[in-house]
């Protein structure tokens, strides 16, 4: 790839010479991985991943360009995405271009809404919440560490959302069990109240746990009837 960035990354062979960038800011915008900030004739290109120099162009410029690989990004970005050969490589790139940007406000999502994918070291199927969690805090996760959420959004991978529990009993509610009373008298399976309970609390327990759930809501359901009688 050409060393030079602006024709790696804008296809600019030619460009408006530029002074240093001074004065108000006139407009801040994205350019894919770019965040733009123009001031005066000059534009001021910072990559998201915060990891490379900023670019300068002359504004004129910014309508010459256009995304010789695909994509406008630092080297950095585009140099591990163009190596990225599984969906575990991609997702690695994405959480570190974008992992300075993550925040406890915000949920955060998946491109394309990823459910499982296979997990490099494994060679495993692994959830991309734990996957992003790991990588993001730099973990090797043991068999037994369970990666769950902490809002209420079930398709949130954000890792800040997220702490590790030594099993995933202990995210068991009372709430989680009233609802499980409820569902169960509508006679669904164990499969379909795993997924209930992963949608509405964010937490994807194991079946062993949901047989627990189980006979904990049926014991709330005797317990009501005894109280009525």
Request: aromatic residues 8%; positive net charge; proline residues 5%.
């Amino acid at each position: 790839m050409n060393s030079d960035p602006y024709i790696a990354i804008f296809g600019l062979l030619c460009r408006s010479p530029v002074v240093p960038a001074e004065g108000p800011v006139l407009k801040e915008y994205d350019l894919d991985s770019f965040r733009v900030v123009e001031q005066a004739a000059v534009s001021t290109l910072h990559c998201k991943c915060r990891r490379s120099e900023p670019l300068i162009l002359a504004t004129a410029d910014i309508a010459k360009v256009h995304p010789v690989q695909g994509l406008f990004a630092c080297q950095t970005c585009l140099g591990e995405l163009r190596s990225a050969r599984t969906v575990a490589q991609r997702v690695n790139a994405w959480v570190f271009q974008n992992k300075v940007n993550f925040t406890f406000r915000e949920h955060l999502y998946m491109p394309n809404n990823l459910t499982r994918f296979m997990d490099p070291g494994s060679k495993l199927a692994i959830r991309p919440r734990r996957y992003i969690y790991s990588s993001f805090y730099g973990l090797d996760l043991g068999s037994k560490e369970h990666v769950v959420s902490t809002c209420s959004d079930a398709h949130c991978v954000n890792p800040l959302h997220c702490q590790i529990a030594t099993s995933p009993a202990a995210k068991v509610t009372a709430n989680m069990v009233k609802d499980t009373s409820k569902w169960l008298q509508k006679g669904i399976s164990s499969r379909t109240l795993q997924e209930l309970i992963e949608v509405k609390y964010g937490v994807l327990l194991s079946m062993r746990t949901i047989d627990n759930l189980k006979k904990s809501a049926s014991l709330l359901q005797k317990t009501q009837t005894y109280c009525v009688c």
